[in-house]
């Protein structure tokens, strides 16, 4: 490794690393303290929620870093004629810059795991940290806004003391058409069983009523009514969504959801034949048919989303070296020393023209209107620019 090489890698390093430890600090604060104040959480489970934050923390920080590294190093270098002395003893500026490069590169496989842990690991990390926190974020709600409600139920109580709620009221959300379920109690109280998976409620001398009429009394006795933490979460479940699959399952995904759809269309291609056969052509355009339509559109929208996760995870990781092949010749074009002002210059188009076009190729890809490929654009873009940029570098 040639002395140039080692002066311009230690001198990215130290900017990168630095610069990095400080954005990866902020953003993991402002992304913890927005859930903790979302959910409610105590101090514990912010604390449990910190490892699985760092990922989502890293991969949003990686990007922007190491652009901030570049321009840094690669403008004082312009600046203070470092390039041009390089030129003027017959060294080509490609010298300086491969490394960055080569670092570049190097960073954005890392950032590609990064981006492929935070959405996989580090989600249902966090998720799993809030279900177990049902428990103490439903107590603090209540004590603070005397409700509680997710999308399955709601809790309003009168007052809470200690861990004894109050005159407490529940009610099940039912299906469109279907009476809500409440239960009503002089006092209870929430257990959580992690091994289960269950909220407990402890009711104590109440009644159960569906929709108007009471089905059940039960004075003087204490029921337990068990809910998944599944539904007593305010997030939903831990979800098994496409977005959050590592990206090692997709390929088996991908099988799973192809056999689904052809089984789907095989079975409605049976159906429609029967009733074309039988003379139900009314049946063709019946709300049934309807919702086999809908459920087959589903089924290959989740098959374009897992295709496009792959596509996505590694532009969002690749973003990193894209970053550095335009703002390296973009720095050493304007030779100015101040750092802030290259960084913004190189990071202002990037923002308007590159997370925008990754946005819609990503919705494109997922609704099946573009092929999956297609989130690189925004990458291609920034390569075609970079290139033009560093060959004029070279030539002048």
């Not at 989303?305 to 995870?313: D, I, K």
């Amino acid at each position: 490794m040639s002395r140039l090489t080692r002066y311009v890698l230690g001198e990215l390093l130290k900017v990168f690393l630095v610069t990095m430890a400080g954005m990866t600090v902020l953003m993991l604060i402002v992304g913890v303290a927005q859930e903790a104040i979302r959910q409610g959480l105590g101090p514990e489970p912010i604390i449990r929620l910190v490892p699985y934050a760092m990922p989502n923390a890293l991969r949003f920080a990686v990007p922007g870093t190491i652009l901030f590294a570049a321009c840094s190093v690669f403008g004082r270098m312009a600046a203070s004629n470092e390039i041009t002395a390089l030129k003027s003893l017959g060294i080509s500026p490609m010298r300086a810059v491969t490394p960055a490069l080569v670092l570049a590169f190097l960073v954005s496989l890392v950032a590609v795991w990064l981006n492929d842990v935070a959405v996989s690991w580090g989600k249902k990390g966090m998720q799993r940290v809030i279900l177990h926190s049902v428990e103490q974020i439903a107590y603090g709600m209540l004590r603070t806004q005397r409700s509680y409600a997710t999308r399955q139920f709601s809790i309003n109580v009168k007052g809470v003391e200690d861990r004894k709620l109050l005159r407490p009221m529940i009610c099940f959300h039912s299906d469109e058409g279907s009476p809500s379920t409440v239960l009503m109690a002089q006092t209870a109280e929430l257990q959580l069983d992690q091994d289960k998976g269950l909220l407990n409620v402890l009711l104590t001398n109440g009644e159960i009523r569906v929709g108007d009429q009471v089905s059940v009394r039960f004075p003087n006795k204490t029921i337990k009514h068990e809910i998944p933490l599944t539904e007593a979460a305010r997030k939903g479940s831990i979800g098994g969504g496409s977005a959050n699959l590592p990206l090692w399952q997709i390929a088996h995904e991908k099988r799973k959801q192809q056999t689904e759809i052809e089984q789907l269309q095989n079975e409605f291609a049976v159906e429609a034949a029967y009733q074309m056969l039988t003379g139900d052509l009314a049946g063709l355009t019946s709300a049934e048919w309807q919702a086999r339509h809908a459920r087959l559109e589903g089924a290959r929208y989740r098959l374009n989303r897992l295709e496009t996760v792959p596509w996505r995870c590694w532009a969002n990781g690749f973003s990193c070296l894209f970053f550095v092949l335009v703002g390296v010749p973009l720095a050493i074009r304007m030779r100015n020393a101040d750092l802030w002002t290259s960084f913004a210059v190189c990071f202002l188009p990037i923002l308007i023209v590159y997370y925008p076009l990754l946005a819609y190729g990503v919705e494109r890809a997922k609704s099946g209107d573009l092929p999956a490929y297609s989130v690189w654009l925004g990458n291609v873009i920034l390569a075609v620019a970079g290139l033009w940029l560093l060959r004029r570098v070279l030539r002048y």
